[in-house]
Structures are given as C-alpha cells and as structure tokens.
C-alpha cells in the first residue's frame, strides 16, 4: 500500500496477487448443485450424524444450504481442496 499515503502505518504486510474475479472461466454458473455435489463426496450426512445409515439419506438433507455450511464449516479444508476438482468437473467446470 506504499501509493496511498492515507494508508500509512495501518498495514505492517499484505499479500499481493493477481488475477480478476470477472474471468469467465472462475464464475460458477450453479453454485448449489457444486454445494450440494462437494457435501455428498464429504458424507455431510455422517458428519453431521444426521443418518445412521447413509446409503439412505433423503434428498432433502442436501437441499437445506445451512446444514450444508454447517458441515463444510466441520470438515478439514485440505480434504475439501482433495475432492472440490470431482464436484465441479462433474458439473462441466474446469479447476
């Protein structure tokens, strides 16, 4: 930040990076169906303890975005960046 004299002694580092969030290729167009795909490659539903059998879970489970948070929020972010490629490629969105 040292072009903005107004942002003197505010910031002791910041991280640089580039790239635009308005490249096409990086927008998702369904979100939820990514969501919902990503949360049952994790097995929300047994990390939730939401089913006790989990070959069995009802659609609906999937369909509610704050139980889907709520696990992604549980789930260890080096796991969610192992399976993320299988969710998105599926829905025909290259990573």
Do not use: W
């Not at 990390?47 to 139980?67: G, I, Q, R, W």
């Amino acid at each position: 930040m040292p072009h903005f004299p107004c942002f003197s002694g505010l910031f002791r580092k910041a991280i640089s990076q580039s790239g635009s969030a308005l490249k096409l290729s990086v927008l998702q167009k369904r979100p939820k169906d990514a969501a919902q795909r990503l949360a049952r490659i994790l097995h929300c539903e047994k990390v939730l303890n939401k089913s006790e059998n989990a070959t069995k879970v009802d659609d609906c489970f999937y369909e509610d975005s704050k139980v889907i948070a709520e696990c992604l929020r549980l789930i260890d972010a080096k796991k969610i960046a192992e399976v993320q490629k299988d969710a998105f490629v599926s829905l025909g969105v290259s990573i």
